[in-house]
C-alpha cells in the first residue's frame, strides 16, 4: 500500500502545472508628471504565487531607449536581496518629455526541474511629463511584445493589446502568460488561477482585459535554439519576451480627489 500511495502522490507531483517564470523589471510610477527619478526593481520571481524569487545574476545588459536611442545602464546596478537571493535595482533620471523603454537581457537560467535553460527579455515604459509619445518604439529584443495600446495610464478592466515579435517578425498563435503581481490581496482559489494563458490570433496579436490594479507582466514564450545543459547534455531553451503595464483603480482615483 505504502508503494502504491509513493507511486500516485509521484504521478500527481509529475502532472502539477510549474509554476511560470518571470522576469520583473517594475519602475517605482508608470507617469512621472513632472519628471525627475524613477527606480527599477529586477527580480526574477513568481509573481502571483508570492515567490519565492531565484537567484539572479547580474543581467548581460540592462538599458533605456528614449528617443530612438539607447543607453547602456548596466553599470547602475546594484545588487539587493529578495526571499534571500540576489536580484537588482537601478535609479534613472528622466528629464525630457517623451517615453523611455526600460529593458533587461538576463544571463541564462537554468530551470532543473524543467530541464532548460530560460531567457526572458523584459521591459517597461515609462512616460515623463505625460508626454504620450515614444510608447511604441522598439527596443530590438529577440523576443518582443509591441504594444498596440498605450501601456501607461491605463484603468483597471482597460483592454490591453500586444503584438508578438521573434526577430522582428509577427509570431503567429504565439502563447502568451500573464501574471499580477499580487500584493497579498488575493488568495488564488487553486494553482489554475496563478497564470492566465492565451494565444495570439494568425498576426501575432493578443488581448487581455486586466481586473486589478496594479502591475501585470505578459510573457510571450517560444522555443529557442536547443544548447548544452549543465552537464553536457542537450537542453532545450526558453525564450521569453515580457512586457510591463500597470493598471489603476478608478474608484481610488475618484476618492483622492474628493
Do not use: C
Not at 531607449?65 to 535609479?91: N, Y
Not at 521569453?240 to 476618492?255: C, F, R, S, Y
Request: net charge negative; aromatic share 10%; glycine share 10%.
Amino acid at each position: 500500500m505504502r508503494r502504491i500511495f509513493a507511486a500516485a502522490a509521484g504521478l500527481v507531483l509529475a502532472l502539477s502545472p510549474a509554476q511560470a517564470h518571470f522576469q520583473e523589471i517594475v519602475p517605482s510610477a508608470d507617469v512621472l508628471p513632472d519628471g525627475g527619478d524613477v527606480t527599477l526593481d529586477l527580480v526574477f520571481t513568481h509573481p502571483m504565487a508570492r515567490g519565492s524569487a531565484m537567484e539572479m545574476a547580474r543581467p548581460k545588459r540592462v538599458g533605456e531607449v528614449f528617443e530612438a536611442q539607447s543607453f547602456d545602464l548596466t553599470g547602475a546596478l546594484d545588487p539587493k536581496t529578495v526571499d534571500g537571493k540576489t536580484a537588482w535595482s537601478l535609479t534613472a533620471r528622466l528629464e525630457r518629455p517623451g517615453a523611455a523603454v526600460f529593458f533587461v537581457e538576463p544571463q541564462p537560467y537554468w530551470e532543473a526541474a524543467e530541464k532548460k535553460w530560460i531567457v526572458h527579455y523584459a521591459k517597461v515604459v515609462v512616460d515623463a511629463f505625460v508626454s504620450g509619445e515614444g510608447w511604441d518604439r522598439p527596443v530590438g529584443l529577440p523576443v518582443e511584445i509591441e504594444p498596440l495600446v498605450r501601456p501607461t495610464g491605463l484603468w483597471t478592466g482597460n483592454l490591453f493589446r500586444g503584438l508578438v515579435r521573434a526577430d522582428g517578425k509577427p509570431v503567429p498563435f504565439a502563447e502568451i502568460e500573464v501574471e499580477w503581481i499580487n500584493d497579498g490581496s488575493v488568495a488564488p482559489p487553486n494553482d489554475a488561477f496563478l497564470t492566465q494563458v492565451i494565444r495570439a490570433d494568425p498576426n501575432g496579436v493578443f488581448a487581455y482585459a486586466m481586473p486589478r490594479a496594479g502591475w501585470w507582466g505578459f510573457a510571450a514564450l517560444i522555443d529557442g535554439p536547443p544548447v548544452k545543459g549543465p552537464n553536457g547534455e542537450t537542453a532545450k531553451t526558453e525564450l521569453g519576451g515580457l512586457i510591463w503595464v500597470k493598471a489603476t483603480d478608478m474608484g481610488a482615483a475618484v476618492e483622492k480627489a474628493k
